[in-house]
């Protein structure tokens, strides 16, 4: 598997950030701006596998990396332009890894509040992966079963409700195309309501509709119970999407997740998830570095201990196993295990 960046993403990445690199370094601008970046990859060995052509695979991959420049631009305004990139995860492509933007917007901040315009984070999951901080392992699951898409092209608005800034409001416009270009009429709403029931425990509401052509609509309903505290994390999320269709009864996916953690010592920090799925998941044979079966019902389940070598290094040994059940097929698939050990590191 080839890991160079393709030519058109190496001539654009430079383009845009070899000034910036520059004149950050070089500090000609009064205010340069922050540059940073993160990647996180795997070693990796696929165990066991409902398919046979992926059973045994092992090798190395690079599931996120990330390049940002954040600009202050006085008081009010800010903006980012954010880089990503990622292997294949398909277990068949040997693309070469192809930069995009994940993120180019303009903010404004004033009384507590903040409007975004450009192509911006939704409310969908980002709460959640900066609450409990396992992103580097696995995604939210929303994310890992594609119910949502983590930035759209549109307009946010969010901010606190309360004068003790307990309770919190996320409104988002879209396009409901993520980080393509839209070819629909409809658009995508989005809502995350948070209250801070303690200093530690945090309970969100969200919900979301978009707007797909010919009568195939999406819904979403998502509640998160949240613990963090100095050396323990915890969560508790249900959702519930459904999915219209032009012909019969709409599709549901539902998904109930457990998550926790524990710190054991300064430099070790153990952990589980398990989600609990109703539903076979559309398209699960298209989730990048798993490919699921979609003709069953999976339970997931990830294990593991992250170490922590310095504040931005992390090393993470872990296991994914995916049980299946009620399955469309006379004999089930067989159950998927996944052995890892993912490196995380943050700079700026």
Same mark, same amino acid.
């Given at each position: ?10 001539? +654009?990445?430079?383009?845009?950030? +070899? ?7 070089? %500090? ?14 795997? /070693? ?21 990396? /990330? ?46 509040? =903040? ?28 994310? *890992? ?18 004068? &003790? ?8 416009? @879209?396009? @409901? ?6 070819? =629909? ?10 209250? !801070? ?18 009568? =195939? ?19 508790? *999320? ?9 012909? %019969?009864?709409?599709?549901? #996916?539902? #998904? ?6 524990? !710190? ?10 398990? &989600? ?8 699960? &044979? ?21 170490? !922590? ?5 992390? #090393? ?33």
């Amino acid at each position: 598997m080839k890991y160079e960046t393709s030519k058109p993403g190496l001539r +654009l990445s430079a383009t845009l950030f +070899l000034p910036l690199l520059a004149a950050h370094s070089l %500090g000609q601008a009064k205010d340069p701006g922050q540059i940073s970046g993160l990647f996180f990859g795997d /070693y990796y060995n696929v165990s066991q596998h409902h398919n046979s052509a992926i059973k045994g695979m092992n090798g190395f991959w690079f599931r996120r990396i /990330y390049l940002t420049y954040d600009k202050k631009m006085d008081d009010r305004f800010s903006a980012r332009l954010r880089l990503e990139a990622g292997s294949p995860g398909d277990f068949t492509s040997t693309s070469t890894l192809q930069p995009f933007f994940k993120d180019v917007y303009l903010a404004h901040t004033q009384n507590g509040h =903040t409007i975004a315009f450009g192509l911006i984070p939704t409310p969908t999951w980002e709460g959640v992966e900066n609450a409990l901080g396992y992103r580097p392992v696995e995604k939210t699951p929303l994310d *890992l079963y594609k119910m949502g898409e983590a930035r759209d092209q549109g307009v946010s608005f969010r901010g606190a409700l309360s004068a &003790d800034k307990k309770t919190s409001y996320w409104l988002m416009l @879209g396009n @409901g195309s993520g980080t393509k270009g839209k070819a =629909t009429k409809g658009l995508a709403t989005y809502l995350l309501l948070s209250h !801070k029931l303690t200093d530690e425990v945090t309970l969100d509401a969200y919900a979301d509709q978009w707007d797909k052509p010919g009568h =195939t609509d999406w819904r979403t309903l998502q509640a998160n119970l949240m613990y963090v505290g100095k050396t323990s994390r915890a969560g508790v *999320l249900f959702a519930e999407q459904r999915r219209q269709n032009t012909s %019969g009864p709409d599709t549901k #996916v539902r #998904v109930t997740s457990l998550y926790l953690d524990s !710190k054991a010592s300064e430099t070790a920090r153990p952990f589980i998830r398990v &989600d609990f799925l109703s539903d076979p998941v559309p398209g699960a &044979d298209k989730i990048n570095y798993l490919a699921l079966s979609p003709d069953a019902i999976p339970t997931f389940y990830v294990a593991g201990i992250e170490f !922590k070598l310095s504040q931005d290094v992390k #090393v993470i040994p872990n296991i994914e196993y995916v049980s299946y059940r009620d399955s469309k097929l006379s004999s089930g698939p067989k159950n998927n295990v996944f052995f890892r050990i993912t490196v995380a590191c943050s700079f700026k």
